[in-house]
């Protein structure tokens, strides 16, 4: 059975493909976490989305023209990440002209996803 909170969380979803979404940057290229996990790529949220715990949506952004933190990020939904161990799915957004395939996403994200079940479907 779904929950509440699955279900908002997944017509959020619905209504977000084939949008720009704007991703406000909290772990930039560089930042260690607690665990020392140190981030290859920026990673942040959507404001104004909320995610399966509860809290703004995470975003991993991809870029092949970006190799430094950035603050802030426009860009297009091109994966969901679902952690079938975990209350929460990642997305995944690049620009509008950059296509990833499952494996490359797979590859970028591995640093942290390898600790969970996950499955990437692309959008």
Do not use: C
Request: proline content about 3%; hydrophobic content about 35%; overall charge negative.
């Amino acid at each position: 059975m779904v929950s509440r909170k699955q279900l908002i969380h997944k017509t959020q979803l619905s209504k977000t493909k084939k949008q720009t979404l704007n991703v406000t940057i909290d772990r930039p290229i560089g930042y260690t976490d607690k665990f020392g996990n140190v981030y290859p790529l920026n990673y942040g949220f959507v404001e104004g989305i909320i995610g399966g715990d509860g809290e703004e949506q995470d975003v991993y952004v991809l870029s092949r023209e970006i190799s430094e933190p950035i603050d802030t990020f426009q860009g297009d939904l091109i994966a969901v990440i679902t952690r079938n161990d975990d209350v929460e799915d990642k997305w995944v957004v690049a620009a509008p002209n950059e296509n990833f395939t499952i494996e490359e996403i797979r590859e970028k994200v591995h640093f942290i996803e390898q600790y969970f079940d996950s499955e990437i479907r692309l959008i």
